[in-house]
């Protein structure tokens, strides 16, 4: 599977996302949070997709080019980033609906964009989908697997955005369908539509969190538990980067991903 660029094909890496994201053990946490923050608002769903993106990257990315110090980490530590994450899913199910205080900015934005979310708190709960997405075998080895094979940092740095490019996908996504039908609605209806997935944001985030902390309790969220999805992922990373050993070929198929991604965000946001 050797690509002379890169060592392993970008696009390989992004289909390699996509599938990883649809582990079991890795959507039963960040699906909800995502679904959870874009039922806050009904208007700039897009742009704390980003933020949430950059949230889940930034713990990732640091992952697949660390992967021996992480590996260990996160198999000593798998039980209490759940619980962890789990307080933190209860606790933005409270904050969607009653705020208690307001969560600190990490960066300066134009809030005027939307003054009911804030986003640090989006932002942090990336971060947390990326720890607990992290705790996922299947997760964790693809991204190893893949950055193992880049000749360089550099050049792994790279392989590893791809990848993470792949695991958000589908989330900007399912943003737009999202934002589309909401734009539909107006007046007196709107309020009461934003009312009611509010609602249901706040509901998701504390009942994902209770059933994460009940079944982390009961050992029935682990590490290992998706050894058979994880080596089928990697299988699946071998066979189909077969198909794009041309340097050329991949990177133009992959600038194609990126620049539809690019034309979607300039649109939207």
């Not at 066979?239 to 649109?267: A, E, M, P, R």
Request: hydrophobic share 55%.
């Amino acid at each position: 599977m050797d690509n002379l660029l890169f060592g392993v094909s970008l696009t390989t890496s992004f289909l390699a996302g996509v599938l990883a994201l649809f582990a079991p053990c890795c959507i039963t946490f960040l699906f909800p949070s995502y679904l959870g923050t874009i039922f806050k608002e009904n208007r700039k769903v897009m742009f704390y997709t980003i933020v949430f993106a950059l949230g889940i990257a930034s713990v990732l990315i640091p992952v697949a080019l660390g992967f021996r110090f992480f590996i260990s980490f996160f198999d000593e530590f798998h039980r209490e980033i759940y619980y962890l994450g789990a307080v933190f899913l209860i606790f933005m199910g409270i904050m969607t609906v009653k705020p208690v205080f307001k969560m600190p900015q990490l960066f300066h934005f134009n809030m005027s964009l939307n003054k009911k979310v804030n986003v640090g708190s989006v932002f942090w709960l990336g971060v947390m989908s990326g720890l607990t997405s992290s705790c996922c075998a299947p997760v964790l080895f693809a991204a190893v697997t893949l950055t193992t094979l880049a000749p360089s940092l550099f050049q792994a740095i790279i392989v590893s955005i791809a990848y993470v490019l792949g695991i958000v996908f589908p989330l900007f996504i399912l943003s737009l369908g999202y934002e589309s039908a909401t734009l539909k609605i107006s007046g007196e209806n709107r309020q009461k539509f934003h009312d009611s997935l509010t609602i249901i944001g706040s509901s998701i985030f504390i009942i994902t969190g209770v059933l994460i902390a009940i079944f982390t309790y009961f050992d029935k969220i682990q590490m290992y538990q998706m050894e058979g999805y994880s080596k089928a992922l990697r299988g699946y990373i071998f066979q189909f980067g077969k198909y794009f050993q041309n340097s050329v070929v991949d990177i133009l198929i992959f600038g194609i991903i990126v620049f539809i991604f690019y034309k979607l965000l300039k649109k939207h946001i």
